[in-house]
Structures are given as C-alpha cells and as structure tokens.
T-cell receptor
Framework: AQKVTQAQTEISVVEKEDVTLDCVYETRDTTYYLFWYKQPPSGELVFLIRRNSFDEQNEISGRYSWNFQKSTSSFNFTITASQVVDSAVYFCALSGYNQGGKLIFGQGTELSVKP | SAVISQKPSRDICQRGTSLTIQCQVDSQVTMMFWYRQQPGQSLTLIAT?????????ESGFVIDKFPISRPNLTFSTLTVSNMSPEDSSIYLCSVGGQGGSGYTFGSGTRLTVV
C-alpha cells in the first residue's frame, strides 16, 4: 500500500525565517514519483515539483529546495527566507509508475508566515 | 503541460439536488481523475475516468452517488447526486500521463450544500 505522511499539521514562522516541511512516504513500487503542491486560500493546486525515484539529486528553485532521501523515504521541502505570500497549505504526494498520474496525498501542512 | 478548464468554480446547492461539474482539457489525455477535498482535509481520489469505459471508483465512492462521463479524450463530467451537507467540498479534476507524469489540476469547484 502507498502512504504519505506529513506529520506537521501547522507551522507558523516569521517572515525571512527558513522553514522545512517534512514528508515521509511508503511504497512497494521500485519506480515512483513524488510531488509537492501548494494550495493557497483560493483553493487551486499549484504544482511545485516532481521527483523520480531514481533521481536523488537535491533540487533548488529560487527560495525553494527539496531534499530527497530514499534511505529514509523522505522528500522534504525547504523555503528559504520565507515571505507572507508563502502562506498556504502544502501537500506532498506520491504516484507509482503504473498509476498514470493517480496521486496519494499527505494530509498537508498549513504554513503561516507572519510579517 | 495540459491546461484544464473546470466549471463551475463554485456553487451553493439545495440538499437533494444534483450538480454536474465539467472539466475540459486543451489536449487529448488518456486518464482523468476526480478528487474530493473535504473542508480542512487532504485530497481523496473519487474515481479514474478512461474514455470509452466505465470509471473505476475508489473504496467508499459509488457510481450512483458520483456518476462520471468521459465521452472523449478531452472532456469529463462528475455529477454529485442527491446532495447532502456532507458533500460540501472542493472537487477537482486532474489529468494523468505516462509514467506518473500527470500533475495538472483544474481550478476546483467549491460546493456548498445547504
């Protein structure tokens, strides 16, 4: 069975602080994909990143960075120098190779960045 | 990546009625997915819709309550039938691709049942 756990339900930081959102997953698939999405209060899902199971390189995109470690089944997301506009719910998700896009979502982490 | 147009964006409905949500994709896609997000919760897959075949429903969801149509490779509808306040949620469609590449979501339909 596939499962995604985001143990942090809510995080509150002050602007310019760095913050890491944790994601731990479970799967028996040898090939799989991991995702992060942002959901602002308006409700739409904004795609942030997709990572393949065979690519453990960390990725950086501006203030965002992701740390993928297969040994600990984790795919953590760090926001550097957080801004108020980063306030949203962030979801980690998992998809097996043969699932064609069917996603298993974690419970989400609500990030609040205060000025 | 595909672009999805989802309608309506929001609606307030009376209990006992039905609402049909539409998703139009700007390219042909094999699989489309329908998700529900209850207030304050994560997203849960309702069903997978393939063109030319019946939708495949996840545990806890049934066709009588959530009938789905997939008449072609760019369009799908989800109907929420005989609604109750417990159906108040955001409903989102998503398109999938080969090798887990699917990641595009519609903008969501925020449904309130009164």
């Amino acid at each position: 069975a596939q499962k995604v756990t985001q143990a942090q339900t809510e995080i509150s930081v002050v602007e310019k602080e760095d913050v890491t959102l944790d994601c731990v997953y479970e799967t028996r698939d040898t090939t799989y994909y991991l995702f992060w999405y942002k959901q602002p209060p308006s409700g739409e899902l904004v795609f942030l990143i997709r990572r393949n199971s065979f690519d453990e390189q960390n990725e950086i995109s501006g203030r965002y960075s992701w740390n993928f470690q297969k040994s600990t089944s984790s795919f953590n997301f760090t926001i550097t120098a957080s801004q108020v506009v980063d306030s949203a719910v962030y979801f980690c998700a998992l998809s097996g190779y043969n699932q064609g896009g069917k996603l298993i979502f974690g419970q989400g982490t609500e990030l609040s960045v205060k000025p | 990546s595909a672009v999805i147009s989802q309608k309506p964006s929001r609606d307030i409905c009376q209990r006992g009625t039905s609402l049909t949500i539409q998703c139009q994709v700007d390219s042909q896609v094999t699989m489309m997915f329908w998700y529900r997000q209850q207030p304050g919760q994560s997203l849960t897959l309702i069903a997978t819709a393939n063109q030319g075949s019946e939708a495949t429903y996840e545990s806890g969801f049934v066709i009588d309550k959530f009938p789905i149509s997939r008449p072609n490779l760019t369009f799908s509808t989800l109907t929420v039938s005989n609604m109750s306040p417990e159906d108040s949620s955001i409903y989102l469609c998503s398109v999938g691709g080969q090798g887990g590449s699917g990641y595009t979501f519609g903008s969501g339909t925020r449904l309130t049942v009164v």
